[in-house]
């Protein structure tokens, strides 16, 4: 089990404050990956402001991959 406090942009919480609180939550997640060397790990709850519950928002969450249009 892990807590942290993050910062959000005030600009993206007003847009979605779900959303922007779970886009943090899961760059701290791989953050802690990395960590422990990329070891099996469990998103068992995720939840913001002691009562706003995003799990299944973070676990939703993919990379978006730059797009290959490199020439070779």
Same mark, same amino acid.
């Given at each position: 089990?892990? &807590? $942290?406090?993050?910062?959000? &942009?005030?600009?993206?919480?007003? $847009? +979605?404050? !779900? *959303? $922007? @609180? /779970? %886009?943090? $939550?899961? =760059?701290?997640?791989?953050?802690?990956? &990395?960590? %422990? /060397? *990329? &070891?099996?790990?469990?998103? +068992?709850? @995720? %939840?913001? !402001?002691?009562?706003? +519950?995003?799990? =299944?928002?973070?676990?939703? %969450?993919? #990379?978006? +991959? #730059? #797009?290959?249009?490199? #020439? *070779?």
């Amino acid at each position: 089990m892990s &807590r $942290a406090q993050f910062h959000v &942009r005030d600009k993206d919480f007003k $847009a +979605d404050a !779900d *959303f $922007a @609180v /779970g %886009i943090i $939550a899961y =760059e701290w997640i791989q953050q802690r990956r &990395r960590e %422990i /060397g *990329f &070891r099996h790990m469990t998103i +068992d709850k @995720v %939840i913001w !402001d002691e009562q706003h +519950d995003i799990t =299944e928002l973070v676990r939703q %969450i993919q #990379p978006i +991959d #730059p #797009p290959d249009d490199l #020439p *070779f």
